[in-house]
């Protein structure tokens, strides 16, 4: 069993900044990808940004050049730093783990139950 647990969300004006932090606890072999997706009112799911074992970053093109995905594999945690922020920002942000099971060897995707983000105008 793998648990993330979110932290950092909460209310900030347009064009501030805030930053989200989540760790994994639980029995695994490895993380594999951490990341953040978010799902604004009447939108599916998206992915934010996520940051793989071998360092590579990825990040969706609204999120380019304002958004810093960060991870620390000694503590299990990843970051998303988050500047620049936009109404359109507005959402649940959960953490994703894709995490390798120690009883099986494969690979199980793992939620955090998501912390909200409201920018306001």
């Known amino acids: 069993q793998v648990q993330l647990v979110e932290s950092g969300g909460g209310l900030v004006q347009a064009g501030g900044s805030l930053t989200l932090s989540c760790v994994a606890s639980?029995?695994?072999?490895?993380?594999?990808?951490m990341g953040w997706y978010r799902q604004a009112p009447g939108k599916q799911r998206e992915l934010v940004a996520d940051f793989s074992v071998d360092g590579s970053t990825n990040y969706v093109d609204s999120v380019k050049g304002r958004f810093t995905i960060s991870r620390d594999n000694v503590k299990n945690t990843v970051y998303l730093q988050m500047n620049s922020l936009k109404s359109e920002d507005t959402a649940v942000y959960y953490c994703?783990?894709?995490?390798?099971?120690?009883?099986?060897?494969?690979?199980?995707?793992?939620w955090g139950k998501g912390t909200l983000i409201t920018v306001s105008s």
């Open positions: 639980g029995i695994f072999f490895r993380i594999n990808t």
């Open positions: 994703h783990a894709d995490v390798t099971r120690v009883a099986t060897m494969r690979p199980m995707d793992a």
